[in-house]
Structures are given as structure tokens and as C-alpha cells.
């Protein structure tokens, strides 16, 4: 579903009719894109539209800050001060400029002002100032620092972890230059979000041999010794590193992104009954479901159910537990809502969509009504493969847990 928002969010299409004219609807789709952490594609939409509006503006900045862009969106603030009337931010971009008595200048009436706050001035005078750091302690970090505030404790040398920030700041570690584990631990939450791709965690994990054990080491250990073993290993030694790093990944909400790794070349690797359920949860919950689902041995009513969904003939089999038959009713029986047709007949299209992720994400946490009509209604709209891909691993995955 995390695939289908952010193409949502990222197409170019024209606002709804009943919606007045404004950036309302773009700076929406801003403010999600930055929430998952999709600051590089946020950022490109910005730029896109032009930031001639004081808002978008702001949002333009914010992200430049995020993604370490700072130079260009400085000058835009320099040479255009009446879309950014933030004294904070002028001073900061006054000081990128080398303007170190301007903006010194501008501190201290903007502070004798009351234009800013004492503890953002603090951290500006830091700023400014780095002989300060010796005789004085910097702030407390706000508990939501602003993407600026974020910068500015790693300018004076007090970087920010962005493990206990929101998403959004975990960009700021994949250059690496925080540290391996601080890269791998913001790749990781990246790819839960939706916001990297699993080919590039996977470039991470296996960049250099892991530093110590425990948590995120674990999981490249395994995963570089199931590559290995794939690519030089007997099939004993792939079903053991499989059998090692497959509960790690689940453990770590990144199943999915495994399986998206690794699903298709599983196919091609000769199985056994140690991994056979196993390879076939992983090959399920990969794009190539479908092409899987035509080699299965059928055991038992969840691997029927489980391959009929993923061949699209539900419509004869019988569910194997509540969430299974709330599915069944979603591709066989439930109608979509007639609050939903309405819209589909008023041609809104994206708003549909966006409210059936949402319910679907209301179902997936045990509202069975909610997750019938939302993978009733994706298939309504033609997204078949989506609500297919998204139901196997609702069931799978509540399963493992």
C-alpha cells in the first residue's frame, strides 16, 4: 500500500473540482511525503510547482534542510526575503553567505525584539559564535525539533540521534557520515516507510562486515551470510542462512522488503521440507507471487486459499481463519460503499484511492468490515494487483506475529 500512496502522491494530476483553487491539495501532499520520510521526491514537487507561495515556500526550505541543500534554498531566502519573513532562518542563511556581521547584527535586534525565542537565539549565537562552546552548554533539543533546530545542533558540533525523531530526519544518516549503524538503522526505518528502496538497504548491508553483534548487526550478519550462500553456498548452507536471517527480518518489520530481495532468486534455488513453508511465505509476499503460486503443493486450506488469491479464484475456496474470510467477502461479495460510488460516479478518483488505504489500514488492526470494502473498492478501481499483493500480506504477516 506504502507503493501505491507514494504514486499517489507523486502524480501530476489537477486538483478536484470541488476543491477552490490554491496549494492546499500540493502542500498536503508535502507534508505526507515528508511523514514517510520521501524527502528527495518531496522536495522534487516543490521545485516543480515553484515556491512563490509563502507556505510552499517554508515546506521547500524545511526539506532543503532535510536532504542537506541548504546553499541553493539560502539564496532563495536572500534574494527573496518577503517569502520568508523568519528571522531564524534569514540569520542562518546570512551566516551560509559568509554575512557573519549582518547576521550578528540581526540576532541582536531580533532578539531585543522578542522576534526569537531565547533558546533559539542561544543556538544561533552558537552558531555564530563557535568559541562559545567552551564556556557554554547548548540547549535542550526540543522534543519535535524543526528541521533548522536539527541543523544547528550539528553545526556547533551537538548532533541530533535521529533514531528517536520522527522519519523524516533519518535522511540525514544515509551518507554515512554518523556512522554505519546509524546508516543502517535509518535505511532500515526508510524502507519500512516506503521511502528506499530495498536494493539500496540492501547496498548498505552489505557495504563492510558488521562492527560488533546484537540488534542491527545480527541482521547484517545473517543477510551477508545468506548472500554469500547464495551466491557460493550449497543448498544446505542456503536453507540454514535462510533459516537464520528469516525470523530476524520479520522480527524487524522488514519481511517485506526481504522477500522483495530475494523472492525471485529463491525460485531458481532448489527447496526442501525444512524450508518449504517458509520460502513460500517469502515468494507470496514478493512481486512475483503470482508466477509462485503456480508451483505450490497445496497442503492445506490456507495454502489453497493463499494460492487462489494469488491466481485471483477465490471464489471456491473456503477461509481458513477471521481475517481470511473478511478477504474472501472483499473479492467475491462485498459491493464498495455507496459513499464511494458517489465519488467514483463524481469522478474523484484519487480521493477514492487514498480512503481506501485507509481503510485498509483499519482493517489490517481487526476492523473486517473496513478491510472487505477497501479490497472490494481497489478492485472496482483496477487495482487488482495491489489489493491481491496487500491481502497476502495482511495474512501472512499476522500470521508470523
Known amino acids: 500500500m506504502q507503493a501505491l500512496l507514494l504514486t499517489l502522491l507523486l502524480a501530476e494530476t489537477d486538483p478536484p473540482k470541488h476543491v477552490e483553487p490554491g496549494i492546499g491539495i500540493l502542500l498536503a501532499r508535502v507534508d505526507k511525503l515528508i511523514e514517510i520520510g520521501a524527502i528527495e521526491p518531496a522536495l522534487a514537487l516543490v521545485e516543480r510547482a515553484g515556491s512563490q507561495d509563502p507556505a510552499l515556500f517554508s515546506r521547500g526550505f524545511d526539506l532543503a534542510l532535510l536532504a542537506d541543500k541548504t546553499d541553493p534554498a539560502c539564496r532563495d531566502v536572500l534574494t527573496k526575503p518577503t517569502l520568508e519573513p523568519d528571522y531564524t532562518i534569514r540569520i542562518f542563511c546570512h551566516v551560509r553567505n559568509g554575512d557573519w556581521a549582518l547576521a550578528s547584527f540581526m540576532l541582536e535586534n531580533a532578539i531585543a525584539l522578542g522576534e526569537i525565542e531565547p533558546r533559539t537565539g542561544l543556538l544561533l549565537d ?42 523524516s530526519f533519518a535522511i540525514a544518516d544515509l551518507s554515512g557520515n554518523s556512522g554505519w549503524k546509524a546508516q543502517l538503522e535509518a535505511a532500515e526505518r526508510l524502507v519500512k516507510s516506503g521511502a528506499l528502496s530495498e536494493n539500496q538497504l540492501l547496498g548498505i548491508y552489505t557495504a563492510r562486515l558488521p562492527a560488533a553483534s546484537g540488534g542491527v548487526w545480527d541482521r547484517v550478519a545473517g543477510l551477508q551470510r545468506f548472500d554469500q550462500a547464495l551466491i557460493a553456498g550449497t543448498p544446505r548452507e542456503v536453507e540454514a542462512a535462510l ?31 525444512t524450508t518449504d513453508r517458509l520460502r513460500f511465505d517469502i515468494q507470496m509476499l514478493a512481486p512475483i507471487y503470482q508466477t509462485a503460486a503456480q508451483f505450490r503443493p497445496l497442503r492445506d486450506d490456507e495454502d489453497r486459499f493463499l494460492t487462489a488469491l494469488a491466481q485471483g479464484t477465490l471464489a471456491q475456496h473456503r477461509p481458513f481463519n477471521d481475517t481470511s474470510t473478511a478477504v474472501l467477502r472483499g473479492f467475491t461479495a462485498q459491493p464498495i460503499p455507496s459513499r464511494l460510488r458517489t465519488l467514483l460516479d463524481q469522478r474523484r478518483l484519487g480521493e477514492v484511492i487514498l480512503r481506501s488505504i485507509a481503510a485498509f489500514s483499519d482493517g489490517a488492526a481487526g476492523d473486517s468490515q473496513q478491510l472487505s470494502e477497501s479490497l472490494a473498492t481497489l478492485q472496482e478501481v483496477g487495482l487488482n494487483t495491489t489489493a491481491q499483493s496487500a491481502a497476502l500480506q495482511l495474512l501472512i504477516l499476522k500470521r508470523r506475529q
Not at 568559541?131 to 553545526?155: K, Q
Not at 533459516?243 to 527447496?271: K, N
Open 126 to 167: 552558537l552558531f555564530l559564535n563557535p568559541d562559545l562552546a567552551e564556556s557554554t552548554l547548548p540547549p535542550v533539543p526540543s522534543i519535535e525539533p524543526s528541521p533548522l533546530e536539527f541543523r544547528l545542533f550539528e553545526a556547533i558540533g551537538s548532533p541530533l540521534q535521529t533514531a528517536s525523531l520522527p522519519v
Open 243 to 273: 533459516a537464520e536471517i528469516w525470523p530476524q527480518m520479520t522480527r524487524a518489520g522488514l519481511a517485506v522488503g526481504f522477500a522483495r530481495m530475494f523472492g525471485r532468486i529463491l525460485m531458481e534455488q532448489p527447496s526442501s521440507q
